[in-house]
């Protein structure tokens, strides 16, 4: 199983139990899930133009 899949399960089952445990709604955790999911997008597509290296080098 990929890591994708396994990140995407895991963030679907902490959303699913934060509305069973009523501390948020639907709504709250889509749109956490909407800002996550784009600001990864962001920071690691954007910015990397050419691949990271280490600073060590």
């Known amino acids: 199983m990929e890591l994708w899949y396994t990140c995407l399960f895991i963030g679907k ?3 699913y139990c934060r ?6 709604d639907g709504w709250e955790v889509l749109a956490g899930a909407v800002i996550g ?5 962001i920071f690691t597509n954007t910015y990397q133009k050419e691949p ?3 600073v060590l080098q």
């Open 37 to 41: 999911i784009s600001s990864a997008y």
């Open 52 to 54: 990271m290296s280490s």
């Open 19 to 24: 509305i069973n445990a009523q501390k948020h």
């Open 13 to 15: 089952l902490y959303g």
